[in-house]
């Protein structure tokens, strides 16, 4: 079985472009969750989605948004890109996005800001 | 910030058992405790989680003190493939936000 994709795999943008990433959740999997990992560091958490609403948000600012389609596919968008959003953008999906459900992560896209 | 500690770093020599500890004093009674690995560059890869029970499924085992205070990960028979960085996570909110620490890396030795 296919597990969670992400597209493209890598991506360079300049200062003050915008981005969008991709996430295919696992078939039958209606939650996707958006981290973001810095180099050396550990994911970090952005957007939980389910059922096409936002149920969770992390402490990102605004120029990070989501938004998740009726096939449960989801975008993240990055507007006006610093160098700090360098990172391993990684999408996870999980069957409803409880608490008790595993989060199974895709390969990441990796962005690099120059 | 994350509600575990883990140690910074570990070797295992090859083909003996891995033991990652894992510490989460402040948890609460309905946080589960979860394990992912990430090896270099690819994404977090599950490996097991447990509530208060031992677990044991075909990648470890995870054992949890009764006090739920702590909890180890074991590796049987470690292998060279299984150096990575692991993340040990509670989580027991409404979502699913995930707070990952840095982790522990453990190098596989030969």
């Known amino acids: 079985d296919a597990g969670v994709t992400q597209s493209p795999t890598h991506l360079i943008k300049t200062r003050g472009q915008h981005v969008t990433l991709r996430c295919s959740p696992i078939?039958?999997?209606?939650?996707v969750s958006w981290y973001q990992q810095v180099l050396g560091q550990g994911p970090q958490f952005i957007f939980q989605?389910?059922?096409?609403?936002?149920?969770g948000r992390g402490n990102f600012p605004d120029r990070f948004s989501a938004r998740q389609f009726p096939n449960y596919s989801s975008e993240l968008n990055v507007n006006a890109l610093l160098l700090g959003d360098s990172a391993l953008y990684l999408c996870?999906?999980?069957?409803?996005?409880?608490?008790?459900?595993?989060?199974?992560f895709g390969p990441g896209t990796r962005l690099t800001v120059l | 910030d994350a509600k575990t500690t883990q140690p910074p770093s570990m070797d295992c020599a090859e083909g003996r058992a891995a033991n990652l500890p894992c510490n989460h004093s402040?948890?609460?009674?309905?946080?589960?405790v979860y394990w992912y690995r990430q090896i270099h560059s690819q994404g977090p890869q599950y490996i097991i989680h447990?509530?208060?029970n031992n677990e044991t499924n075909e990648m470890a085992s995870l054992i949890i003190t009764e006090d739920r205070k702590s909890s180890t990960l074991i590796l049987p028979h470690a292998t060279l493939r299984d150096t990575a960085v692991y993340y040990c996570?509670?989580?027991?909110?409404?979502?699913?936000?995930?707070?990952f620490g840095p982790g522990t890396r453990l190098s596989v030795l030969p």
């Open positions: 996570i509670v989580n027991g909110n409404y979502g699913q936000n995930f707070v």
């Open positions: 402040t948890i609460s009674g309905n946080e589960y």
């Open positions: 447990g509530l208060k």
């Open positions: 996870a999906s999980s069957l409803r996005g409880g608490s008790t459900d595993t989060q199974y």
């Open positions: 078939s039958g999997h209606k939650s």
């Open positions: 989605y389910y059922e096409k609403e936002e149920r």
